[in-house]
């Protein structure tokens, strides 16, 4: 499993959500439960979302996950000059596609939205 957001819950522990693929399957894991995400969801938050990687941007590699053929995603820790705390962002590339970025926590709500609302819809 891959974590995409880690946060403190309303208890105050450490609460992590992940990404795995069953098969062709992408899904989205938390304390709460997992749900399959739609085929193409990934691609589509980060089309919307997302913004092209500045590759030159100080940041440090904290994991990479193979998605699916030709696609993966990378989560990064980046610290502006101005941050007082670093921001963890998810970098999503596709074979012959510009890299998009996004904060970790942002993809992390979307994901979680279509997963959840895919298995309400049966």
Same mark, same amino acid.
């Given at each position: 499993? #891959?974590?995409?957001h880690? #946060?403190?819950?309303?208890?105050?522990?450490?609460?992590?959500?992940y &990404?795995?693929?069953?098969? /062709? *399957?992408?899904?989205?894991?938390? *304390?709460e439960?997992?749900?399959?995400?739609p085929?193409?969801a &990934? +691609? !589509? @938050? #980060?089309?919307? =979302?997302?913004?092209p #990687?500045? /590759?030159?941007?100080?940041?440090? &590699?904290?994991?990479?996950?193979?998605?699916? /053929?030709? *696609?993966? &995603? $990378?989560h990064v820790?980046?610290?502006?000059?101005y941050?007082?705390i670093?921001?963890? =962002?998810? @970098? =999503?590339?596709? !074979? $012959?596609?510009e890299?998009?970025?996004?904060?970790?926590?942002?993809?992390? !709500?979307?994901?979680?939205?279509?997963? +959840?609302?895919?298995? !309400?819809?049966?």
């Amino acid at each position: 499993m #891959f974590r995409i957001h880690e #946060f403190s819950s309303p208890s105050g522990n450490l609460s992590s959500v992940y &990404l795995r693929t069953d098969g /062709e *399957e992408l899904v989205i894991v938390s *304390e709460e439960g997992a749900w399959p995400l739609p085929r193409g969801a &990934l +691609q !589509a @938050v #980060f089309m919307r =979302y997302g913004a092209p #990687f500045d /590759e030159s941007a100080r940041s440090s &590699l904290v994991a990479s996950f193979r998605v699916g /053929e030709g *696609e993966g &995603l $990378q989560h990064v820790r980046h610290l502006a000059g101005y941050d007082v705390i670093a921001r963890d =962002y998810l @970098v =999503y590339e596709r !074979a $012959q596609d510009e890299a998009l970025c996004a904060l970790a926590a942002t993809v992390t !709500a979307a994901l979680l939205r279509l997963g +959840q609302a895919q298995a !309400a819809r049966g």
